[in-house]
């Protein structure tokens, strides 16, 4: 599967780990899942008992992406529709959740959600691990960066209302785009990158969560749709 690399700098000490968060942030795995690409449902709002969606390229609807995901998780679960453990209540008497219809029909499943949650609870865990390797806890956190093609159409509100990310202040999280290609280049141009990139490596430690005798208890907590 796709590991989602993690970092925690406490000013002294990088400390590293990876977890096994699967392809579900990419929009694989799901049923009607896609990268972030033209088609793509990025963005989802409640609009009285339906949605609002907006779309990459503004064309008609193929499936939802990885920030699309996480908008209708946290929407369904506000509304009463999904519950914290992942399961459609009542209001939802088929057990699954018709967001488009029409030419391409997008519907969400419980294997769908579960997906998700297995991917943020591997996520949890690992951030919960190195804060505790560093001595910190989350209300520590200064700065949370969230990299990459998924971060770009992130919502935070709604990445913390489903526990996908810690419960801090909205504007210390930071949305960063091409980050790996960026660390390429500067290390392709800049002497002075190379030599902190060096420095940084000198004092990281790497946490294995595989060797973790807590990951498992976290990994289970963090199942749960509902912020830390």
Same mark, same amino acid.
């Given at each position: 599967g796709t590991n989602t690399e993690i970092a925690l700098w406490d000013g002294r000490t990088l400390w590293v780990t990876s977890t096994p968060g699967g392809p579900a942030f990419e929009g694989c795995g799901i049923r009607h899942g896609m990268p972030a690409e033209p088609g793509a449902i990025h963005r989802i709002r409640a609009r009285g008992d339906g949605f609002e969606l907006s779309v990459l390229a503004h064309g008609t609807p193929h499936g939802? +992406? =990885?920030?699309? *995901?996480?908008?209708?998780?946290?929407?369904l679960v506000v509304s009463g529709r999904l519950d914290a453990?992942?399961?459609?209540t009542a209001k939802v008497p088929r057990g699954s959740c018709t967001l488009a219809r029409g030419e391409h029909e997008i519907v969400l499943g419980k294997a769908d959600v579960d997906v998700l949650q297995? @991917?943020?609870? /591997?996520? &949890?865990? =690992?951030?919960?691990?190195?804060?505790? /390797? @560093? &001595?910190?806890?989350?209300?520590? *956190?200064?700065?949370? +960066?969230?990299? &990459?093609?998924? &971060?770009? %159409?992130?919502? $935070?509100?709604? /990445?913390?209302?489903?526990?996908? *990310?810690?419960? $801090?202040?909205?504007?210390?999280?930071?949305?960063? $785009?091409?980050? @790996?290609?960026? =660390? +390429?280049? @500067?290390? *392709? %141009?800049?002497?002075?990158?190379?030599a902190r990139f060096r420095r940084l490596a000198e004092t990281a430690t790497i946490i294995n969560l595989s060797k973790s005798p807590d990951f498992d208890i976290l990994f289970l907590r963090h199942l749960y749709l509902q912020p830390w």
């Open positions: 939802l +992406c =990885g920030s699309g *995901l996480v908008d209708f998780l946290a929407v453990r992942g399961r459609f297995r @991917a943020k609870a /591997a996520l &949890g865990a =690992g951030m919960e691990t190195l804060l505790a /390797a @560093a &001595g910190m806890t989350r209300d520590d *956190l200064r700065r949370v +960066c969230v990299a &990459g093609a998924f &971060g770009r %159409f992130l919502d $935070v509100p709604n /990445a913390q209302a489903i526990g996908l *990310l810690p419960t $801090v202040p909205e504007g210390r999280v930071e949305l960063h $785009v091409d980050t @790996a290609l960026a =660390g +390429c280049e @500067a290390a *392709l %141009f800049s002497t002075q990158a190379v």
